[in-house]
């Protein structure tokens, strides 16, 4: 009787092992990167190189505003490059990830432009 309650405590133990792993695993996980194309219409900006945010407006007339995060290709296309971008109105391709309901800025291209790899 000892040894079969000792294997169903076994048995109990990795399940709970395993429910924690996946939970974990869950929590830990980035979330998916999304993307959005549209003429930036507004830069919450200090200065060229103290940019904060920017608001776009989507060829379907949606207003979408975003977070600068750190960008993955921030040499390539600096964020104070937005402020032409307001004065030219060529849309942006802007790649984010949703961080509780903040649109944070992961990558920002030319739309008409190909992106480089993400």
């Known amino acids: ?12 133990l990795v399940i709970a092992l395993v429910a924690v792993l996946a939970i974990l695993v869950t929590l830990l996980q980035e979330p998916p990167l999304q993307t959005e194309t549209g003429v930036v219409i507004a830069v919450d900006a200090a200065s060229l190189t103290d940019v904060r945010g920017f608001t776009i407006r989507t060829a379907d007339g949606r207003t979408v505003v975003f977070r600068l995060g750190e960008l993955e290709n921030g040499t390539e296309f600096p964020p104070g490059h ?37």
């Open 1 to 12: 009787m000892n040894s079969r309650r000792t294997a169903v405590v076994g048995v109990g």
């Open 82 to 118: 937005l402020g032409e971008h307001v004065a030219t109105a060529v849309p942006v391709l802007v790649t984010y990830r949703d961080d509780g309901g903040d649109r944070v800025v992961v990558r920002l291209d030319d739309a008409f432009a190909s992106p480089g790899p993400s």
